[in-house]
């Protein structure tokens, strides 16, 4: 009874210490827009810091002001983000965004308890059909940048091969992927069949963290990958291990998410991402005006959601750029497509047919034809990548993921 | 005195009046809040006051804030609950969070696996069953090593956290939704099958209401029930129960059995309860955090309603702090560490006396 009476009284203290100047803040709703973003891991994740920029820059050009968006980090993929959207809302965000995968279902709960304000999952699946009118997805045909940054990449390897540092069958480039999820596996592919385009005999081999961040891993699997003969690196997760790792080797490496020539000045090659500003703009546009928002955006090179960083002069071969600067062009004009099965078999044969599970309705039941044209078609049924075939030439070191 | 005391020695205290201990507790609480507005000023520039009048916003600002308050300290109660008479057993659970954890993840198998073959009733109670039974399950392991072989059970039960973690990990593989995402998402999101029902619309009520009638039989069990009583004997004296015909092994491993299935209710109220998912943080550090909650409380379930709130309310304040004033949830978790730090350290001047040398009086800070 004691300990009950002086808790209570602690706790009264506490109250009253701290009851005055909270009554402050209801006048800010009035005239412009009050967004929210959820994010995964903080600015140190290279991922999550290309939203965060992307973020703030959209912000800046539409004129919202700081004291008007809310960025929250280290959101995990569980209730957490539910509760996360939760409290935007309680703040007054009319927008919420969220940054990772894992965030989607979480965000959809959301949605449906708070049918005033819109809810974007951000590489999500779900929102064409949960048929909601406040929840979208978005995604950008990043397997484009990352056909551009193989291209980079077939170039240096060409470069080795020409300098006689390695034989042609030696061109073995190696790749640290976070899980064997269609998004890596749609990016890794793109990258090797850039590569490819310019060095037919490259090969490589993946290996898997089972983490969007693991410092540790990522930067043991590029080490890995380094002394199994892998002559470039190049990376789908968040952290700088990987860059890092090829840093300390002097391997040279194509990153992703934005520039990492801090972590490798000696190394980095190129890096590709995804530009989010367009997208972040446009809904805010498309919120004011009242209008409805795409459910499922798909930004691409026109949308200037797909970039390329500059090209490392100091690292990347010679005449890079404009290697680079045709397959752009092939890929704006349509003469070139980066899952052409013309360039690329699976156990020997050239595909013709694929069903890709388009519907994600948590039953893995493929039920969308993916193959038309004598390409396979990426991105264009739905935003989130859903390429996910094994091909020729790709060898996964671990699959547990 | 002589020359040859040291300059300072430490008592205990035999009894302490109810003034002096709230007197120190306030004292503790106050020099917490200084030291904690003295940093927010010097290390982000920003106003105390305002720091704090946010504090009391992520607990109290809205209504659904408040629900959230408590259903934070329903489960952060609920685990306590679970330990609290091991503890008074002196048996050292520190397994609270992997009990709740295989719990959790008995009943997200069963709305995994029998989701669309049973009836919705049944699910329900079947993954209950499931849960209490996982959970209980856990405990007992290291229960029968302490009652036949008398294992350290801290280490043991601590182990067991990490084991059920990497189980978790496991079957997340397994069941991730999509392949290769390695995350489950919500279970049944389109069916809800074995979401526990809603009481009106309010999601939580259900949870608070079933930890309510939890404390009132712990309450009632350990301080009127033979068992309880067994409990206490046991905790003052294993020769003392011996004596007077206890056997001790029986109630360890009873007592267990009960701490592992309140904590495997936590993790089926966390789980189908209300995330209606499965990973491996989802009992958040809840296990430890308890020890805290029922230490505080001296064990005393209606006291541990008290110090659930002090622990939630900091916790949501210091999230309150990170949104309001965009400042990474880590100096919230600062702020939090330095109030406990005072609380649990006031607890020492409470129990115990310091000496000075020269001074020759009593002082109690």
Redesign the interface.
């Known amino acids: 009874m004691k300990k009950l009476v002086s808790v209570v009284l602690i706790l009264a203290m506490v109250l009253s210490l701290t009851a005055c100047g909270s009554k402050a803040d209801n006048n800010e709703k009035a005239s412009s827009l009050k967004v929210g973003l959820i994010c995964l891991h903080d600015e140190n994740s290279t991922y999550d810091l290309n939203f965060i920029n992307a973020f703030t820059e959209a912000c800046a050009n539409y004129g919202i002001s700081e004291e008007n968006y809310i960025i929250k980090t280290n959101i995990p993929e569980d209730n957490g983000c539910y509760e996360a959207a939760a409290e935007l809302v309680d703040e007054g965000c009319d927008i919420v965004f969220s940054d990772s995968f894992g965030h989607q279902s979480y965000m959809l709960q959301a949605a449906k308890e708070f049918t005033d304000v819109l809810f974007s999952s951000a590489t999500g699946v779900n929102a064409h059909t949960a048929d909601l009118d406040n929840y979208v997805n978005a995604f950008a045909s990043i397997y484009e940048g990352r056909y551009l940054a193989g291209v980079a990449a077939g170039m240096k390897l060409n470069e080795m091969i020409e300098a006689g540092t390695i034989t042609a069958d030696q061109a073995k480039m190696g790749y640290v992927g976070a899980y064997t999820y269609a998004e890596v596996i749609s990016g890794y592919t793109s990258f090797y069949l850039g590569a490819k385009s310019v060095c037919p005999s490259v090969t490589m081999e993946v290996t898997f963290t089972g983490s969007w961040y693991d410092e540790t891993a990522e930067k043991e699997g590029a080490e890995m990958l380094i002394k199994n003969g892998c002559v470039l690196i190049s990376q789908h997760a968040d952290s700088l291990g990987a860059p890092t790792a090829c840093e300390n080797n002097n391997v040279p490496n194509v990153s992703y998410n934005g520039s990492t020539i801090k972590a490798g000045p000696n190394t980095f090659i190129v890096s590709s991402r995804i530009n989010w500003a367009p997208y972040y703009e446009y809904v805010f546009k498309a919120v004011e005006a009242g209008e409805k928002v795409d459910v499922d955006w798909t930004g691409t090179l026109a949308t200037g959601s797909v970039e390329l960083t500059d090209v490392n002069a100091d690292v990347a071969a010679e005449g890079t750029e404009d290697a680079m600067k045709t397959a752009l062009d092939g890929l704006k004009d349509g003469s070139v497509h980066v899952f052409d099965t013309a360039n690329f078999t699976v156990g020997g044969e050239t595909l013709t047919t694929y069903l890709a599970d388009v519907d994600d309705m948590g039953d893995f039941v493929p039920e969308t034809e993916a193959i038309a044209d004598g390409y396979f078609h990426e991105s264009e049924y739905r935003s989130a990548p859903y390429f996910d075939i094994q091909i020729d030439g790709i060898t996964l070191l671990n699959t547990q993921f | 005195m002589n020359s040859k005391t040291p300059l300072i020695h430490i008592t205990k205290r035999s009894d302490i009046p ?1 003034g002096r ?2 007197l120190i ?2 004292i503790a ?2 020099a917490a ?1 200084l030291l904690c507005g003295f940093l927010t000023t010097l290390l982000t520039g920003l106003n105390p ?2 720091v ?6 992520g607990s109290f ?2 209504s ?2 408040l629900w ?1 308050l408590l259903q934070n300290m329903a489960m952060l109660l609920c685990v306590a609950l679970a330990l609290a008479p091991a503890f008074r057993m002196r048996f050292w659970n520190l397994g609270g969070d992997g009990q709740a954890l295989m719990g959790c993840l008995a009943a997200s198998a069963c709305m995994i696996l029998i989701g669309d073959k049973v009836s919705n009733t049944a699910l329900i109670i079947i993954e209950s069953v499931a849960a209490l039974a996982a959970g209980a399950i856990w405990a007992l392991i290291p229960a029968i090593f302490k009652a036949k072989w008398n294992t350290n059970e801290t280490l043991f039960t601590l182990m067991m956290n990490y084991v059920a973690t990497q189980i978790v990990a496991f079957f997340i ?1 397994i069941w991730e ?7 489950i ?2 279970i049944n ?2 069916t809800e099958a074995g979401w526990f029902p809603s009481i009106g619309s309010n999601k939580y009520l259900l949870n608070v209401l079933i930890v309510i009638a939890l404390t009132l039989i712990i309450f009632f069990y350990m301080r009127y029930t033979k068992h309880g009583y067994e409990i206490s004997v046991v905790g003052e004296s294993e020769r003392t129960a011996r004596y007077i015909g206890i056997k001790v092994h029986k109630v360890i491993i009873r007592t267990m059995l009960l701490s592992g299935a309140i904590c495997g209710l936590a993790g089926l109220l966390l789980g189908p309860g ?2 209606h ?1 499965l ?1 491996t ?2 009992i958040d550090g809840r296990g430890f955090t308890a020890v805290m909650v029922a230490w505080l ?2 064990f ?1 379930p ?2 541990m309603i ?2 659930s ?2 622990l939630v ?1 900091l916790q949501r304040g210091s ?2 702090i ?3 004033f ?1 400042l ?2 880590s100096f919230g978790d600062i702020l939090t560490g330095i109030i406990l730090f005072f609380i649990i350290g006031s607890d020492f001047f409470i129990n115990y006396q310091l000496h000075f040398r020269k001074s020759g009086r009593k002082e109690a800070k």
């Open positions: 109810v201990a709230i507790r306030v609480i106050a809040l006051i305002e704090y009048a946010s504090m009391i916003r600002g809205t659904r804030k959230n593989i939704s999509p392949k290769g995402s390695g995350n998402g919500v999101q389109h209300t995330n998912t990973a943080g989802i409380a001296k005393d209606l006291v008290i110090t709130f002090l309310f999230n309150e990170a949104t309001a965009m990474n949830k």
